[in-house]
């Protein structure tokens, strides 16, 4: 029998950045142009130094190509004209890949391209750029050719140049090969019609061969997987994808190229390329009856059925050419996850069509080999007459067959039931084994009802005479499917698993012929916790997971210590200030967030002080301090209440200054949020400097502008904000150090968190860690006896991603909890109204009503001149007559609007607290007591007047704003924290068990190797999904133009009824 291989390899383009070698080679011992003639082809030594590329060109220009293969003859022929000439230092270069005869081609995609050194004969690579001589390869039949192509002028390159030289075959191949790189080299290529036509011209030259010339057939070979090739990587794949026949198309042409050089009777033909392996022999009807076609050392074959279950379809056939193809990957992709070999078997008969086969009585077994399967984990326990193993199984396919494999120790009969929901339900099948060696049990889907779910395994001693055995299980998951050309999807239909099947092979039996392909799945790892006490107890040999835990714990005890620590610190910065300068009649309130930046020593210890201006007016100067806690300190945000007596309008400016006191008075302030409690308008100040006598400009005021809307909303603003509050907030493991100074999620809970994810991680990492190992899985590097691989940043990533659920689940109770603010108890509230009141005295009476009186008049609006220095109560009484002036002006107002509604109330505050204190004045103070009476009769007038005014504009006021539900705020119950604790305890501690169970079925040697991969997947976690987390949020948020939410708390409430009682006590009225 003969057996004919030819293998192939198409011949990729390579660019790179320009080299300047450092040094140039040429073959100096053979003259320019020298050619030596070696059967039918011609091999010319260049010696002129080149790029590869530009070899190529060269060589492709005057009618060949660079060498590309070496059969054994034109090694000893190149070993004979180099023998004896001194040419050790030159090399040459030839095709990328070329092949020498009995080895595998030299596949390379890259910058690195080949050539070749003489004496002795040696292959090598280097980078493309390089430059030195080259090897040029002549058919001579192409030759004699060119000199008639050169009389005629030749047409531009394009896929149709294919199409017109279909008669001849050497200009055809030309043409495909330069289109070839075309396509390759040019952007949009292939087209979806140059990518059918080169398909059909292709075939159409492969059918009008008439003899089986091997250079020609390579040639077509080279044409069909380049084009492929291209097809499978262009760019637009994704949006113009290939038809489903491209594949079968390709393989039409291999059919026609077999059926010129393996149509001799029982004559094995076996084609090798690079998408797989071809096998084809033409047998008479009768022999093809349980023939085994492909290759048993390889494992991809096929065994046909008897005759007597083929005969009925090959009735009619005097010869029948069976095929086998096999390819390495799947030219379907889809839903199902095809792994290993595929394997396309076709019955052609003697008058050129295919003889379909279905619905045989006897089955056609297909073995599809899986090159890179993986050792299947290993179960030994140990079991007795009065314990039950219990397999448990993840059916996520219906259709998949489960083959379990139970190898005891002695002979034993054993009892395996296979249930559905729980192992105690009512079984579906059961199985009585006797067999030393051990058994498989093919669990079909047939039996398990086609029913996803948890079904289990379990397995006791049936012979009564024994009393315990050493099991040895493995089970994985298998199934076979085939390609329906009819619905262009792959399907079960006619196929089951056969049970010969290996993790490494896998054997499909089947009714039909088309396309088949496998799936395989290895069972996840299972641990039996019956022998939880069996486990535990060999802690004093495998202490390698215990250690680890325990070091994890302490860490963690002594963060929680510090967590505490800093927690009950930070809490009192987390208070809300009502600012002490407040007048407390004036209740038109704005809520200040000054953020100072992170910068070293940004913090001051300065005393700040603020002035808001807007369109209808200007705030007094206000110290923003807290006599309770330490404000701007490096990175807090520090919230004031300010109040004012009247609306100040649309903000325009912000002054900021500070009185370069204390022991670092430089402030780097970042910016400053300013909302109206009333309107809910925001405003921006976004200053990002230093206040520094020493730093920058050396200022210690300056005033700030509000930012535009369109500085607001910049890509930049939003980006920054958001990835700096992200990596603070939403980063669980660095916001541990500084996280946002407001958030009720505190360092405590965060640390917890941490350690709760630390323990979920460690236990999904060593449930799905040992896998059967990859001997295949490629190093990404090793130091000495470390060795990381591609394996294991799989299991890495796999146990990061399983992360996500329990993370978002726990840390969004503790963050969105709300806070759970204590206001003042009843008895000190009661001690605060019951407080003696301060001494009045004229001075007092004279200084407050000047006060109330100055701030009116600071507002442009109210159009009242300022007054002199109130010295005595005469001139208590003209600036009485002033206010009664502007208070009739007020009633006169037709309009109102919310100025004159806080412009009355203020009067009226300050007015009832002067009639309070001349309550508490006599005669005696005044200079004469018809004086006295008539200040205390103008004020009774006046406080009347004022609150009839103010009564007045409140009801013909518009409304004020409601203020909008933030929906993106919804806040859970302050006792969901002790949800979110029994959570994080619970998780923690199942973790924790099982963690400890896997360690000790592991055994010490692998334990220790788990901690890699624990290692990377923590790595993952922190530095590479953790950031990405937070840059993703941020960009999502700066590209929708979104900024960060103002703050807002209950607190603000809190506070806001806490200037209320100062102005109740001030007034001495509950409402005004």
Known sequence: MTFLLLSSAFLWMSFGLPFVPEFSEACLDFQIGCSYKFRNISIEFVSSVKTWSQARNTCMENGGQLLGVLTNPMIIFLDEISRGKDINQFSWWVEKQIQKEGHKPIIKIGDSCTYLRLNPLQVLMSDCNQTRGFLCSHDIALTKKNTLLAQHPRPKRSVEGMGANLNDIDIFLEE?????????????????????????????????????????????????????????????????????????????????ISLLLGTDLKELFVLKHPLGTLYQITLIPEDIGNFTLGSVEDGERVKFPSFSALAPHLQGYSKIIAQLATFAYNPHPADESISGV???????????????????????????????????????????????????????????????????????????????????????????????????????????????????????????????????????????????????????????????????????????????????????????????????????????????????????????????????????????????????????NYLISVQTGHR??????????????????????????????????????????????FPLGDLQTLRLQHDNSGSHPAWYINKVVVQDLQTHRVWHFLCNCWLSAEKDAGITKKTFNAAKTHEIASFRNIFQSRTWTGFRDEHIWVSIMDPPSRSPFTRAQRVSCCMCLLLCTM?????FWNLPEDKNAAVLFS????????????????????????????????????PRIVSKSKKEDKEKANAQPSVVTVPTLLRDAEEVISLTCNFKRNQMSEIPHLETTADLLAALDKLHVLIQNIQGEIESDPHWVHCSRFLLAGLCHLLLGLHQLDEKHFSSSQEHQQILALTNLLVSKSEMVFSSHLTNCPPPVKKKK?????????????????????????????????????????????????????????????????????????????????????????????????????????TL
């Not at 201006?613 to 919230?639: A, C, I, Q, W, Y």
């Not at 236990?763 to 449930?767: Q, R």
């Open 783 to 818: 130091i000495g006896s470390f060795k990381l691989t591609w394996q294991e940043i799989i299991v890495g990533i796999q146990s990061g991603l399983l992360m996500f659920p329990i993370n978002i689940l726990i840390i969004t109770i503790f963050r969105s909890i709300r």
């Open 763 to 767: 236990a999904i990492n060593i449930a």
């Open 342 to 588: 595929l394997s396309n078997v076709v019955l052609r008969g003697d008058n050129g069509f295919n003889i379909r086969l279905t619905n045989l009585p006897e089955r056609i077994q297909i073995y599809l080999p899986r090159p890179n399967a993986t050792e299947l984990l290993n179960n030994t326990f140990q079991l007795t007459r009065e314990e039950q193993s219990v397999t448990t199984m993840n059916i996520t396919d219906p259709e998949m067959t489960v083959i379990f494999s139970v190898e005891p120790n002695t002979n034993v009969s054993l009892k395996l039931t296979l249930s559905h929901g729980s192992p105690d339900s009512m079984p579906a099948n059961t199985v009585i084994w006797n067999d030393t060696v051990g058994s498989r049990w093919l669990i079909t889907p047939e039996m398990m009802r086609h029913t996803p779910g948890s079904w289990f395994v379990t397995t006791t001693i049936y012979d009564s005479e024994t009393q315990n055995v050493t099991l040895r299980v493995t089970s994985f998951m298998n199934k076979c499917l085939f390609w329906n050309t009819e619905k262009n999807k792959w399907s079960t239909d006619g196929c089951m698993v056969g049970e010969d099947s290996t993790p490494e092979l896998t054997q499909c039996l089947c009714n039909h012929l088309t396309l088949f392909g496998s799936s395989f799945f290895v069972m996840p790892n299972y641990v039996d916790i019956s022998r939880t006490a069996e486990l535990f107890a060999t802690v004093n040999r495998n202490y390698v997971v215990l250690a680890l835990l325990c070091v994890f714990f302490g860490l963690y005890l002594l963060t929680l210590l510090w967590a505490c620590y800093a927690d009950r610190r930070a809490q009192k910065g987390r208070k809300m200030t009502l600012l002490e300068d407040n007048h407390p009649g004036a209740l038109y």
């Open 176 to 256: 495909a090969m330069s289109e070839l790189r075309r396509v390759e080299t040019t952007g949009g290529e292939p087209t979806n019609n140059v990518r059918d036509n080169f398909i059909k011209y292709l075939l159409e030259a492969t059918q009008n061969l008439k003899s089986n010339n091997e250079t020609i057939i390579s040639h077509i070979i080279n044409c069909s997987i380049g084009i492929l090739h291209l097809s499978l990587t262009k760019c637009d794949l994704d949006r113009n994808p290939n038809p489903l026949s491209l594949f079968e198309s390709i393989l039409e042409i291999f059919w026609e």
């Open 966 to 1070: 933030n929906s993106a705020c919804c806040w859970l119950p302050w006792w969901c924290v002790f949800l979110g604790w029994f959570l994080l305890v619970s998780i923690s501690g199942v973790s924790t068990f099982f963690t400890l169970l896997y360690g000790f079925q592991y055994g010490k040697e692998k334990s220790i190797k788990w901690v890699l991969s624990l290692g990377l997947s923590l790595f993952q976690s922190i530095f590479i999904l953790q950031p990405l987390k937070v840059i993703g949020i941020a960009v999502f948020f700066a590209l929708l133009l979104k900024p960060v939410a103002v703050e807002e708390s209950e607190e603000v409430e809190l506070v806001l009824k806490e200037q209320q009682n100062k102005c109740k006590l001030y007034t001495g009225r509950e």
């Open 600 to 645: 070293k020593n940004a913090g001051t210890s300065a005393i700040v002080t603020v002035t808001l201006s807007g369109s209808e007016g200007e705030s007094s100067l206000h110290d923003l301090t807290d006599p309770d806690k330490k404000v701007f300190m490096r990175g807090n945000v520090d919230m004031f209440i300010l109040a004012t007596p």
